[in-house]
């Protein structure tokens, strides 16, 4: 269609009509401080202030439904708290007059990344993309008292300050990982941690979602993994291992649930990264399917945490078949690129005396070789095949480091966490090979680990010590070439969850360390020093989590 003058005015016409008129309200004489995280790249902050009770946002017609929506989200907030009528119009040639808050569309500016300028004739975000949006109003939000968390009505002033940012992230990938299998976490929870993810501009979920004490997936075709491995008769109480609390723990997710979390995350800018822990870590499936595995078993789903001897026997053509079928499954509920297919802690001590093992080594030839036994090898085979399945399917698989043992093709990513080997034998060789590397090792990522030296102040839970600063401490670029850092596409904090039976916990676990990863993520090595995050943390963050009503460790 060839566009006239005419038209172009017609449409400007009608542009500027939906537009109701508004004021736009300023002081230019208040200097207001302004603290934001994780650290935005620019951030000029003037004298100043833009009010934004009883405003009108107006967004272009360029951006998605969902940017539509969380700027709706934005305006009900401020709504709310300011008890006024905010309001969200739509754009399509030019901003309407009147609008304290116009989002542009601009596609010269990187995915993810916005700008932000606020003056006397109000405040203009441009991004190309829903996150960039997203991160800009993360960002206002920050910038308005903490009560604009809350959603209840407040005598605050809800005004910004005049300032000038420019932002964008320093990793692709920025994520928490969370175990929904040692303990299982209702929907509920698992959107609060995604909303609190969105807000700190954190963007994979990684979900960890089978383990040996607990199978969460519901799957059509093999029922069982739910009606069987998704409950146990009982848990290990704290650090005995020879104890038994006797009571049933479980629960899944149906599909239904799944297929709601998924978009409850897109939303919010978060792509899920789903994981299926295997070929060990599967004590759940095979009490479920017992003959998945070597021995045939018995088995029974785990009440204690550990590395379980029992796993998926990689000789029989039937695990092959079961793996196939329930991952194409899960590939179809999740849209993301990335699957995780776990292959950490898998002992071979079954596969070495199982029939079936040995006869699949035979056949594929596989023999101790360069210091890596016939055995690991065979687990590379595994991880093959999954990897052309799920390949099939649109994906790219990543696994924890160990699947690098052996043999493993380009273009699988790795999940970097045995933090105590060398860095020159893990990530630095990694990076070398060519692969992919997401960074969560244990010494700076792990938040399942205690928040304190002093470890009797915390509650129970693993025995090792990972506190703020030494997380904030992390640096990447230590050692490795310009190459190898290209291929550092992130890093994650992963909250395993033995020790973590309740949301409440969860949450005190995530937090403060969740803003450390965020500045990590975001500002990559270019951050200010420990005292000052932590200053701004306090005085910043503590009353946003305050109004949130999120818990967590306030020291
Ligand atoms: C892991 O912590 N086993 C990846
Ligand atoms: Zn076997």
Redesign the pocket.
């Known amino acids: 269609m060839k566009i006239t003058k005419a038209m172009t005015a017609a449409a400007l016409t009608l542009c500027l009509c939906a537009c109701s008129s508004r004021e736009i309200h300023v002081s230019p004489d208040i200097q207001l401080e302004a603290s934001v995280i994780p650290y935005p790249q620019q951030f000029d902050l003037h004298k100043g202030a833009l009010y934004l009770d009883n405003s009108l946002i107006v967004l272009s017609k360029d951006f998605e439904d969902r940017t539509l929506a969380v700027t709706r989200d934005f305006a009900n907030q401020l709504s709310e708290c300011t008890s006024s009528q905010v309001e969200v119009k739509t754009f399509c040639c030019i901003p309407c007059k009147g609008a304290s808050l116009t989002i542009a569309y601009d596609d010269e500016l990187p995915d993810e990344a916005y700008e932000i300028k606020v003056d006397e004739s109000g405040a203009t975000v441009k991004s190309s993309s829903h996150n960039g949006v997203l991160y800009a109003l993360a960002t206002l939000r920050q910038m308005l008292p903490p009560a604009i968390y809350s959603s209840e009505a407040s005598d605050a002033e809800f005004a910004i300050p005049f300032c000038e940012i420019q932002d964008s992230p320093a990793y692709s990938y920025r994520g928490v990982m969370l175990d929904c299998a040692r303990h299982f976490f209702p929907v509920e929870n698992v959107k609060r941690l995604l909303d609190a993810m969105a807000a700190y501009k954190l963007n994979r979920f990684h979900w960890h979602l089978t383990d040996d004490q607990g199978w969460r997936i519901e799957s059509k075709k093999y029922p069982k993994l739910t009606e069987v491995g998704s409950m146990r008769s009982g848990t290990m109480v704290g650090r005995d291992w020879n104890s038994d609390d006797h009571i049933p723990h479980g629960g899944y997710y149906t599909q239904e649930q799944l297929r709601e979390v998924v978009d409850y995350a897109w939303k919010l800018g978060i792509t899920i990264v789903p994981e299926i822990d295997l070929p060990g870590h599967m004590v759940a499936a095979l009490a479920s399917y017992p003959e998945l595995g070597c021995t045939g078993g018995p088995y029974e789903v785990l009440k204690v945490w550990g590395i379980s001897d029992q796993v998926l026997c990689a000789g029989k053509d039937e695990t092959y078949r079961f793996l196939d079928e329930v991952l194409c499954e899960v590939a179809d509920i999740f849209p993301g690129e990335l699957f995780h297919i776990?292959g950490?802690?898998c002992p071979k001590v079954e596969w070495e005396k199982c029939p079936h093992c040995q006869a699949k080594i035979a056949e594929l030839g596989l023999v101790d070789k360069d210091g890596v036994s016939a055995e690991q090898y065979l687990q590379n085979y595994v991880t093959h095949h999954v990897q052309k399945t799920l390949a099939s399917k649109g994906k790219r698989i990543i696994g924890?480091d160990e699947i690098t043992e052996g043999e493993l093709d380009k273009g699988v990513a790795v999940?970097f966490?045995r933090g105590w080997l060398p860095v020159e034998k893990t990530l630095g060789k990694y990076t070398a090979d060519g692969y992919d590397v997401i960074m969560t090792p244990?010494s700076y990522f792990?938040i399942d680990y205690l928040q304190s030296e002093d470890m009797d102040s915390e509650p129970v839970g693993f025995q090792s010590v990972l506190t703020i600063d030494k997380m904030y401490s992390f640096d990447l670029t230590k050692g490795l070439s310009p190459e190898q850092l290209s291929h550092i596409k992130g890093v994650q904090a992963?909250l395993?969850a033995e020790y973590v039976s309740t949301w409440e916990h969860a949450e005190y676990m995530l937090f403060p360390r969740l803003f450390a990863l965020s500045c990590i993520a975001w500002d990559g090595d270019e951050r200010p020093d420990f005292e000052s995050f932590m200053g701004e943390v306090k005085s910043h963050q503590f009353p946003v989590l305050d109004n949130w009503g999120y818990n967590y460790r306030n020291r």
């Open positions: 776990g950490d802690e924890w999940m966490w244990t792990y992963n395993w």
